[in-house]
Nanobody, 119 residues
Framework: QVQLVESGGGLVQAGGSLRLSCAAT???????????MGWYRQAPGKQRELVAT???????NYADSVKGRFTISRDNAKSTVYLQMNSLKPEDTAVYSC??????????WGKGTLVTVSS
């Protein structure tokens, strides 16, 4: 089993920056089967949406709304994925959840961390 532990959320003014971290803990065998890791977000009254993903090999994918502002990175040795968020906007306010997908397409989710951007 794998647990995903997120950190780094909080309150920031528009134009500011935050860095989210998500560490995978638990069974080393299961952690070593993780391929893609990423971040999703859910704003109040809206559906969860993809923010960014990164594979073990470093290939990235971003939502159009965050391209050029957010950067996803990964430290495989630490089983940790990061999301650097710059130029934050009020519409980025949401609960951000970490996701990990294994080579057998098993999904793991973190509990989520709240990001609030004030105008």
């Amino acid at each position: 089993q794998v647990q995903l532990v997120e950190s780094g959320g909080g309150l920031v003014q528009a134009g500011g920056s935050l860095r989210l971290s998500c560490a995978a803990t638990g069974s080393i065998i299961s952690i070593n089967t993780i391929n893609a890791m990423g971040w999703y977000r859910q704003a109040p009254g809206k559906q969860r949406e993809l923010v960014a993903t990164i594979t073990r090999g470093g290939s990235t994918n971003y939502a159009d709304s965050v391209k050029g502002r957010f950067t996803i990175s990964r430290d495989n040795a630490k089983s940790t994925v990061y999301l650097q968020m710059n130029s934050l906007k009020p519409e980025d306010t949401a609960v951000y959840s970490c996701n990990a997908v294994t080579l057998r397409y098993v999904n793991y989710w973190g509990k989520g961390t709240l990001v609030t951007v004030s105008s």
